[in-house]
């Protein structure tokens, strides 16, 4: 069975209970739009804690609006495959062992 994969069109950070999530809306290559979480590990790779709120354990509501044009630029257009886990569907950015440097 082929890995469904695609590309992400829209990228959108969401509060579930007080924990924050990212939510994305990707085309698959198979031509159907579906919505998919990005992971824990994911989202912190690319929103690191430490950056955005110090030491604090607790964020104001109001960095969601901060976070939203961040995640959009980080995520809008690459590639990812799809994975379902427990219920729900995952995104995970391709892996670097396939990208080959070559010189100019």
Known sequence: M?????RV???HPLLEGERLKAK???AADSGESLAAYLPDRELAALL???LL???????PVELLGTLEPMLSRLTRGRRVRLWSYRD?????FLPWR??????S
Do not use: N
């Open 2 to 6: 082929k890995a469904l994969v695609g």
């Open 9 to 11: 069109e829209e990228a």
């Open 24 to 26: 994305l809306l990707v």
């Open 48 to 50: 690191p804690r430490s």
């Open 53 to 59: 709120v110090g030491s604090t354990r607790t964020a």
């Open 88 to 92: 729900r569907r995952y995104a995970s």
């Open 98 to 103: 396939g990208v080959r440097f070559t010189a």
